[in-house]
């Protein structure tokens, strides 16, 4: 009896978590061009995000003072498939570095959003880093709940 609760424990603990794949794409179906698609995600802790280089020339980078203090932060190469596992709650902030002046920034809320008032507050650093699509930040900001 104990050994089928543990496996039934183990097993659930295996499907329980998701992983969410993220286009890195110079257009998405709408039009938006360079844009990770989707933009917004929300997770829970323990699942993964997997950015997938469709097009060429992207990358998937946290923005620092962006993502919960006591979170990793990862910098993918360009064109690299990256395993993102997220292991602390709150709200992320990414972007494709040599695309951020178009605003090619993503966001992914980990269950409850503890650290959304830090992240207002220190959003304005990366909205001068952006010259078109600067309405994608509070886009996709307002989507975290």
């Keep these: ?20 794949d993220i286009k890195m794409v110079n257009a998405d179906a709408s039009g938006q061009v360079m844009v990770f698609d989707p933009p917004f995600v929300k997770a829970n802790i323990g699942d993964t995000v997997t950015f997938l280089p469709t097009d060429m020339l992207h990358n998937s980078q946290s923005v620092p003072g962006l993502i919960p203090s006591s979170a990793s932060s990862w910098n993918g190469a360009m064109n690299e498939k990256i395993v993102i596992e997220l292991k602390t ?25 503890v650290n959304f008032d830090e992240v207002r507050n220190s959003i ?12 994608r930040v509070q886009q996709y900001l307002g989507q975290v709940n």
């Design 1 to 20: 009896m104990h050994k089928s609760l543990f496996i039934l424990a183990l097993l659930t603990s295996f499907v329980a978590a998701e992983n969410f």
């Design 89 to 113: 709650e709150g709200v992320y902030v990414y972007q494709c570095t040599p695309h951020i002046a178009l605003g090619m920034i993503g966001v992914i809320q980990v269950g409850e959003a």
């Design 124 to 135: 304005s650093s990366l909205e001068s880093m952006i010259l078109m699509n600067k309405e």
